[in-house]
């Protein structure tokens, strides 16, 4: 924990979260032992075989007031709520079949929304799922694979999340994640490798604004007026949009367009 512990001490930014996977740890292993002084640990430890594991360590500069802590046999899940930024911060870590937990992260997220408003969503984690083809350009995926990678990619999509991890975290793959439903609100993030910890490589992921304390404002691109991370789409009127598409004769056009391709 050493290291960790250097990486937020001498971080450029205010750390406001730092999520840690494949823990090892169990109930032999206590809180005070794997603390970072100025933050809260939330934890899922595998109980039932060794490894695994996945843990949130939150800034006490932020009030968390809710909290979801599963795991079973392959998978474990860290998620807090955070009500006065309307924001979920999440950990996890996948080896197994999830689909359980992604239905409990699902209900977590629906139980914070309204008809009005869906809580900022970051998740950062290890899926281990190298047949999940992140087209990072769009924000869309590939599916390639196992019952896993399909459940990841259906909830991404439900979600609108975007993966903005664009490096290898171990090997050729990357198979260590920041998922977010705000990109806009990423200034960068970075893949570094290290010995010190694992095989896979550190991920960090920097904020344009902080949820601990301001941030020199130089450093702050706010993105391009009308460019695609200027974009809100919590605030789009779908009906509406649904509504305008319905009410165009689409066999007409298409008729239009078969002839028109046809006059040189």
Known sequence: MRYVQDQVTHSDYPVLAVALTETWW?????????SIPGFSLYRSDRESR???GSALFVNDAVTVTDTLVWGDCYNNLTAV???ASHTI????????DFQGLLDRLQVFIDEKSSANSVPDIHIMGD???PGLCWDLDEGETGVVGDASTISMDNFVQLNFLTQTVVDPT????????????????FLYTEVESTNVLSDHRMVSGVLRHSLVESYDLDKIREPTPWSFESLSYFKTDFDSMKSALSEIDWDCLYEKKKYSALIP
Do not use: F, H, M, Q
């Open 170 to 185: 171990r090997k050729s793959n990357i198979l260590d994640v920041i998922l977010t439903n705000r990109p806009e609100y």
């Open 127 to 129: 899926l281990n799922l």
């Open 26 to 34: 169990d109930g032999r292993v206590t809180d005070a032992e794997v």
């Open 81 to 83: 709520y955070v009500s």
């Open 89 to 96: 911060l999440t950990s996890i870590y996948r080896t197994g």
């Open 50 to 52: 060794r490894g695994g």
